[in-house]
């Protein structure tokens, strides 16, 4: 028995469930940056960098539009655990996922 007739699904609201990944909500930061979070916090963004591409910045460990999740979360970590954009940015370029982040302290 052969029947034309379609399944119509009904249609989740934008992020509810949306198993596509599309919508995304932002990773928790820890309560209390510790040197273990900053250690995650540098393999995130060095791993997660972003690379040119012919759509423009996509992350060049998943191919997702840059900066991505993970990447956006370590900045966030690293900043809260002190250490300004340029230092991040030197993380990055030097692209060692198990550099050591030192805590920024001006004037020290």
């Given at each position: ?19 596509s ?34 759509g ?11 900066p991505?999740r ?39």
């Amino acid at each position: 028995m052969c029947s034309s007739a379609s399944v119509v699904r009904p249609v989740a609201p934008s992020g509810a469930g949306d198993p596509s990944g599309e919508v995304l909500r932002e990773i928790p930061l820890p309560p209390d940056v510790t040197g273990e979070d900053a250690q995650f916090a540098v393999r995130a963004v060095v791993v997660h960098a972003p690379r040119r591409w012919s759509g423009g910045m996509i992350c060049r460990n998943d191919a997702s539009p840059h900066p991505c999740r993970l990447h956006r979360w370590g900045r966030r970590v690293l900043t809260l655990r002190g250490l300004p954009p340029a230092e991040i940015d030197a993380l990055i370029e030097r692209g060692d996922p198990t550099a050591d982040p030192r805590p920024h302290r001006p004037g020290a």
